[in-house]
C-alpha cells in the first residue's frame, strides 16, 4: 500500500490521522470482556470488573492507554525516597567457594521528607536470591539510616552469578533505584584458583 503525504492539507488531515493511529492502537483485540480481562490480569486483585470496564471505555478500549490513566489516577502520589550511604562492593574477580555463607550489609538513609511505610522491604529483583530472603525494613523517619543484613550463600556449581537487590514499598513499587547490584560470585571447588 503506498502512501502519499503531500497531500495533506490543513489541520484535518491531522485529526484523520491521529484518529488513525487510535484505531490501529486498540487493533489487539475487539472483545471487551476480553479487554477487561487483560487489564484485571495487568493490575491484579486491586481492579474489579466494573472499575476495568470504566477506564477502558474512558481511553476507547485501548488497553494501553487505560493502564497509564489508571496510574495516573490511582497510583501513590509520590515514592519513598532513599539514599546510599555505603555498598560492599564486590569485586568482578572475586572467588568464593561452593555453598559457603556470607553476609552482604548496606547502609541507607531516608533523605525524603516522609517516613517510609510500614511493610517497605529489600528485596531480590533480578538475578539469583543466593538463598537470601527479603528483608524487612523499619518505617525510617526523614533524615535516618539503617543496616540492611543479607545472609547468602554462595551456589554449589562453579560459575559466575548475579544478584540484584532493591527496596521496595509494600505494594511492590521499586525506590530508591539500582544500588544492590554490585554482587557478582564465581563460586569455584576448593584448590582451584581462576
Excluded at 36 to 51: P, Y
Excluded at 108 to 116: D, F, I, M, T
Excluded at 119 to 142: D, I, T
Amino acid at each position: 500500500m503506498d502512501v502519499d503525504n503531500s497531500q495533506s492539507e490543513g489541520p484535518g488531515s491531522l485529526e484523520i490521522e491521529q484518529s488513525l493511529l487510535q484505531q490501529f492502537s486498540c487493533m489487539g483485540t475487539t472483545d471487551k470482556e476480553e479487554l477487561v480481562q487483560q487489564l484485571q490480569k495487568l493490575l491484579g486483585s486491586q481492579m474489579n470488573h466494573s472499575t476495568a470496564a470504566f477506564f477502558l471505555d474512558m481511553n476507547n478500549w485501548n488497553l494501553q492507554a487505560a493502564v497509564c490513566s489508571y496510574f495516573d489516577i490511582e497510583s501513590p502520589a509520590k515514592l519513598p525516597s532513599m539514599a546510599l550511604v555505603s555498598d560492599p562492593v564486590a569485586n568482578e574477580s572475586e572467588s568464593v567457594e561452593p555453598c559457603v555463607s556470607f553476609r552482604k550489609v548496606w547502609h541507607v538513609l531516608n533523605n525524603g521528607a516522609e517516613v517510609w511505610p510500614l511493610g517497605c522491604h529489600l528485596r531480590c529483583a533480578s538475578g539469583v536470591s543466593l538463598g537470601a530472603e527479603p528483608v524487612q525494613v523499619p518505617c525510617l523517619q526523614p533524615g535516618a539510616g539503617t543496616f540492611l543484613n543479607l545472609r547468602m550463600t554462595s551456589p554449589a556449581v562453579p560459575g559466575m552469578y548475579q544478584s540484584k537487590w532493591r527496596l521496595c514499598t509494600p505494594t511492590g513499587s521499586y525506590f530508591g533505584g539500582w544500588y544492590f547490584d554490585n554482587l557478582r560470585l564465581i563460586s569455584q571447588p576448593r584448590g582451584k584458583s581462576q
